[in-house]
Structure formats: C-alpha cells, structure tokens
C-alpha cells in the first residue's frame, strides 16, 4: 500500500475521523501558534482533496461521525471559563451547516479526569455513536460514568457502578463492554446487558491475594461557605483502636482532575506502611459544577481553604489521626499547592513536592502551556504586572518555610520544568530549611503513573523515607 499526506502548512491536527462512507475526513485542527487551544472543525475530500473549515474557535479534543454520515460530532467548549470550563458534546449537522450543543443541560465534564497511577491518560473514544444516540463517559463527582444524550438534547446517566469508577467502553445495541475499579481492586473487564453487568476477567485476583489492600471510606464536610466537599480516607488494615498513627494529605493536580474510586498503588503502600491517607476534592476539581472548577486567579485562596478546613475535619472525627504527625505532598497543581501550603502554614511536619510550579514568572516562559495557561489560570504576563505572578508564587514567601521538604522532578519535564524544582531548592536551602531534591533522568510529567519501573520504586521509596523521618521519628522518640 501506499500512503500520502493530506494537509501541510504550520499546524497541528489534533484529532481526526473517516466518515462511514469512506468519503471524507472530519478532522480538527490548530494552527495559532500562540493560542492552541483554538481549534477549527474541517471536513476533506479524500479524492479531490477539497478542504473546508466548518468551524473555527473551539477548544476541541475528539471528533467523530453519525452512524448516517449526515453529522459530525465533537467533544471541546467555547471557553467560557476560559481553560476551566466543561467539555460539552457538539452535532454539526452537514445538511443544515448548523452546529447544536448536545448537553447544554449537563453541569458535568464530557471526559475522564479521574486520577489513576496504574495506567496513563484514558485511551478510550470520549463518545460512541449508535443509531440516534451518543454514548460519552462523565467525570461526576468522585467517580465517571457512561451517559447518553439524544440529537435534541436529552441527557442522562446510561450506566453508574456503585462505588466503582468506569474507564473505557464501547457500546452496541444488545452489549455494553467497559472496563471498571475502585480503591482496592484495579482495572477488569465488565459486560452489561439485560440491566445487569458481570466482571468477565481475573487478571488481577494474584496480585490482590498477594498484597493487603485498603479500600476507602467516604466523608464530605461542609466547607466554612457552605459548600460540601467530598472526601476519603484509607487506613491500616491491622490498625491497634487506640493507636494514633501518623497521616498524608494527598492533592490532585490539574487542578481541574479529581480524586475519586480508583485504585492508587502509590496510596496503597502508604497504607502498609503505617500511614493514613487522606484526599478530597478541594475548589478548582472536577466532577461537579463550572462554578465549583474555576477558580481562575484565585489559586491559594478557597482551594487551599478546603485543604486546611478537610485537615480541622477529619482530625476532629478519626480519633486515629494524629494531629501533630501530619505530612502533605502532591503533583503539577497538587506541588504548587504543596508549596503554598508550607509557605503559608506551619501545620505539617514534612512535605514533599513534585512536578511542582513555584514561580509563575519563570514558569511563563519556559514551559509547553506556560504562556497561555499562566495568562488564563492566573493572570500572570510578567512584563505587564509582575505583581500578578509574584502574588500567587510561593518561593515570595519562602522565608515562612518551616517544614522540611522533599522535592521530586522529573529532568524532561516540560509541563512544569525543571527550573521550578530548582529555584525552590535553592531558595529552601538559602533560608536554612530542612531539603531534599531528586531528580530523575529520562522521565517526564508523568513519571508516577508511565515511569520505567526501577525510577518508579526509586521515587516511592524516596518519598517514604522522607515522611518516616520526620513523621515516625517522633513515635519513636
């Protein structure tokens, strides 16, 4: 066979789509070289090479056809909330040159952000189309689900495991496959039919008769504004009823991900290790309202609220938790908040920041999104008003750091570069805080989930060491 390039020029095609006639390609595209996130929807003549923009402007991420070929789906938004809003589910109708927001009536994020170290990005299509209906998975509170939508808009849930999270799926008319898990049993393969669903793979049962696992239990507490916050905790399976134990505070990146029923190996060894851990979805998450996600220029402030409130929480209801043995550590958005947090309290004991951002300035300039992202989620263009970055970078405040701190980055990690490790460091170091950095070679943003193995183990082990130090060394004083 052979094989010919059918578009050229200074762009970026994002994602693309045959039509069932095997006529035409439905592709999406970018080609601002300062805004990619503004995507153009275009329709091409596989034979006479005809190529039409049908729309221009979105932020889109998958395309796909109707099973009639008469309509082109899309998942993406209009941005408005800027970076932060919802993924919603398009039609653009061929015939009527016409495009028609499909869940307009669902405050809910058309993708998978759930976060999971045991596998990548979700690889599954974001919708499937059958007959007159689109199937997509939800990010819904702390768990994602299959919903459907209908051409005129109907929307509603198709398919919700309890206490389960659903990761991939296809759909036909008599049999839906997916794949499911949840805090103590990772990913298997599951079929629903006849309104009942089975697993019909063990891929799995060695590795959970072989190791102790935690499951997790669910809390939400009401935030000093009135906002409920969901919450888990996972404990020791052999944990002594009068033993107080020391505890993690563990947060999400993004910071538009949650946290939710999935299974976390990286949790699980805290657990055998002694350690409590605690997660929530604080303000700026997914899975809930718009509202709820944006939290655009207002990084450190109601997100890092609910962190402390979830702290004075679940302290006062698990007698168990130790008050005065608590660590904290997180990734992307979940480093930079590590970092605010110990600039900003002297609550915990240790700390460990990965992947983090502690300098908006230089993150601006020196990372993949930093340009457009800093602008939309902080407000930061350095050379217009310093002041902005300054604000919300927590090395301006180091001189509060008491906690000693781990820093871990991957060195080809362009996301949040590896300036970021290093200028906190260094800054940790200069005002005579207890610090530690370890920095991977070869590995990039997603070291803890897509890591060589041996990098992965080294991280893990790393990080326990760190929080036995200062978090068990005083039990044993």
């Known amino acids: 066979g052979e094989y010919r390039q059918l578009t050229d020029g200074d762009i970026n095609v994002v994602d693309a789509s045959i039509s069932p006639d095997g006529k035409y390609i439905a592709y999406l595209v970018s080609g601002e070289e300062l805004k990619p996130y503004l995507i153009d929807l275009h329709l091409l003549n596989i034979e006479s090479g005809e190529d039409i923009t049908l729309l221009k402007g979105y932020t889109a991420w998958n395309v796909g056809w109707s099973p009639d ?23 653009y109708s061929l015939k009527n040159d016409e495009v028609k927001c499909l869940t307009k009536s669902l405050d809910k994020n058309v993708a998978n952000t759930l976060n999971c170290d045991t596998r990548g990005p979700s690889c599954s299509p974001r919708f499937k189309p059958l007959d007159r ?20 808009g109907e929307v509603e849930e198709y398919l919700k495991i309890d206490k389960y999270s659903i990761d991939e799926f ?22 629903y039919m006849d309104g009942m669903y089975k697993k019909v793979t063990n891929f799995n049962d060695m590795f959970i008769k072989r190791f102790s696992l935690s499951s997790a239990e669910h809390f939400r507490f009401r935030a000093s504004d009135g906002v409920d916050i969901d919450g888990w905790i996972m404990k020791p399976l052999n944990l002594d009823g009068d033993k107080k134990i020391p505890w993690i505070l563990y947060i999400h990146g993004g910071p538009k991900t949650i946290f939710g029923y999935s299974f976390m190996e990286e949790f699980q060894l805290y657990i055998n290790k002694g350690y409590g851990v605690v997660f ?31 702290v004075d929480y679940v302290t006062k209801k698990y007698s168990f938790l130790d008050s005065s043995r608590i660590g904290v550590a997180g990734g992307s958005y979940g480093g930079f908040m590590t970092n605010w947090i110990v600039t900003h309290t002297d609550k915990f004991k ?20 930093g340009f457009y992202f800093a602008e939309d989620q902080i407000g930061c263009i350095p050379w217009r008003d310093p002041s902005k970055c300054m604000e919300k970078s927590p090395i301006f405040y180091v001189e509060n750091v008491k906690t ?47 890591g060589k193995p041996k990098h992965r183990v080294e991280r893990l082990k790393t ?9 068990k060394a005083v039990e044993e004083k």
Not at 69 to 91: A, D, K, Q
Not at 170 to 191: H, N
């Open 350 to 369: 240790a700390a460990v920041t990965m992947r983090s951002i502690c300098n908006w300035i230089s993150f601006y300039g020196t990372t993949d999104i």
């Open 170 to 191: 296809d759909v036909s008319r008599d049999l839906t496959v997916f794949t499911a898990m949840t805090f103590d049993k990772p990913k298997e393969l599951y079929i």
């Open 404 to 450: 000693p701190t781990l820093i871990i980055h991957s060195i080809e990690d362009y996301r949040c570069w590896l300036d970021q490790a290093l200028e906190f460091f260094t800054a940790l170091k200069m005002v005579g805080v207890e610090t530690k950095m370890a920095l991977f070679p070869k590995e990039n943003h997603d070291l803890s989930r897509t």
């Open 280 to 310: 929530i979805n604080p303000r700026g998450s997914d899975g809930y309202t718009e509202e709820f996600a944006d939290i655009r220029k207002h990084y450190g402030e109601r997100d890092y609220q609910d962190l402390m409130e979830a």
């Open 133 to 152: 209906e689109i199937y997509f998975i939800v990010t819904n509170g702390g768990y994602t689900s299959i919903y459907r939508a209908d051409y005129e």
């Open 69 to 91: 070929g008469r309509n082109i789906l899309f998942v993406g938004h209009e941005r408005p909330r800027g970076l932060t809003s919802h993924n919603r589910l398009y039609l």
């Open 463 to 471: 990080i326990v060491e760190w929080f036995d130090k200062y978090l």
